[in-house]
């Protein structure tokens, strides 16, 4: 009996798993209907502190660029 | 009875107020404490006492004068068409994270037969989006969707996916869907996997979404259900009689720049997919990286961008479930002590409004206010030490010794301002509960004012724990550790002994210590501190004892006289589904017969 209906079982469990994975991948599947999301602009360029110890320190004159021929 | 929205004026004024009154409450501690420190000489240690009690009347005074103002008025719904057609799509998302599939789906299939019972006509669809990570409870999912998809005849309506990757956590999960799917619906209804709605409120939330084209995030006020242990039904009273006070203060206060707790709130989606794309932050956890308390930072982004975010405290029908022990309270409080602080990057956003960056502010203040406090009662161990020793004999050549005045009745005086603060709007809450007839869903008037009493009793007891347990939160955050994101353990959540000592030694010794060190240097202050000191030598009894499940009648509330529709409608579905599942367990070869 046991042996009878092993097989059954699992055949069963199997077309079960089978229906349920079409199922997701098929008509309830997320609908495609895209829409756009950007990302937000949501921190400041930078943070509090370092904008204060930017405007404190002195600025460093640029750096002169290397040139032809250096 | 319709809401007229507040004036420009009448809102400023209002914060104003509140602010006034917190600022006199806070200044009013700091003089008065400045006067007991001078009794022996002012010293640095006085001073800087002084502004550890400002900064945290401060703050204590600031949440009481919310209450206050939400005493002042009542929920009422604001002006729409509660019969009006609805015209538009929504979705109801319900993201799951290695939750019970079975408990969760059911949820959905409750709340669709809810929806069902209405016989409206509008079109709700259910998107399941799984960031489940342990395959055995996915390949479950997709087994119980099965289930639910059949019983409901839910083809065409009901949708179920799982991310691969599950970048940006919940955030990044509604954001996935928006950007698949996002076209197909007008509204949102964002969930949480213990949500449960009532199909009328959805319906109701829709309504009113249609009403106002301005409104780009409705939030409602979920109460907490289900509740079984002590603690847990500590935080379900709370939540069902104090909190819709609390929350009818900050109502009336923030205009149109609401808040977003992150479920059982409805968007307009094509206002959050232009508002609210989050990029990650510069820098790594817990700073930077994804963004964890994503909800605030929505709320914010649409207020931004010129979009309505209201809070309709006045909506009924919306209910989440809670910790059931102070552990796994402590646990779920880490992630928004990190998510809170990680805002201190996001508050100096370009153009956001000032409202918004208030509730940032108040958001970190509510993590770090602790720090205030112990900083307070370390200070005050200590101040002993380096005082200088009393001078009985101030006058060259005079004889007889001079004793300072004692400055006990401003301490007292002091303790009953601050504690008044603690226990004054819930006592009012009780009072006007009682006089308005709202006690008589909390068992009436006698019993609801016990379970007040009883509530400011028990949160006596497990503050100090509570305080522990946050400080390390936000000392693990300073520190660069990143607290991840575990699981909720919604389960029957009572904890053993051991246990709870293993969670809690610590606050033990921290409480014994700090008992010891007041004993050896200021024996004065022992017994003020010891209601701060008991509870934390007591940690593991209290955690022990607040998990264990409750047979009070104390701490009642109206869904335990009589059970919400939607939520007798999922233990009948959970309870069926269970049975089920358990028959098919025993009757393997039967079960898919």
Redesign the interface.
Known sequence: M?AY??P??AH??E???T???A??AG??????????????????EA??LRRLVSLLLPQRPATPSAGAGA | MTLAPPSRAGLYALRGLALLLSLMAGLGAFVLFLQFGDVDGLDGIDIARAVLILISTLWLAWGAVQALIGLTTFARAPAYDPAAPIRGRTVVLVPVYNEDPETTFSRVAAMDASLAECRDPAEVHFAILSDTRKDDIAAREVETFAKLVAERAGIGRFFYRRRENNVGKKAGNIEDFITRSGAAYDFALILDADSLMEGATVLQMIRRMEAEPRLGLLQTLPRVIRARSRFGRAMQFSASFFSPVFARGLAMMQGTTGPFWGHNAMVRVRAFAESCGLPALRGRPPFGGHVMSHDYVEAALLARAGWIVRLDDDLGGSYEEGPENIVDHAKRDRRWCQGNLQHSRIIGAPGLRPWSRFVFAQGIMAYIAPLFWLGFLAASIVAPLIAPPPDYFPEPYWPFPYFPPSAASKAIGLAIGIFGLLLLPKILIALRAGLSGQARGFGGAGLALASTLGELAFSSLTAPVLLMYATRSVLQVLLGRDGGWPTNNRGDGSLSLMDSFMASHWIVTIGLVGLGATWTFAPGLLLWLLPVGLPMVAAPLILWWSSHPSSSRLMSVPADYRQPQIVALHDAILARWSAESAAALKTPGTAHA
């Open positions: 046991t209906l092993l059954d079982a069963a469990a077309t079960a798993e229906r349920a994975a199922l997701i008509p309830c599947a997320l609908p495609a209907a895209p829409m756009a999301m950007p990302p937000q602009v949501i921190e400041a943070g509090l």
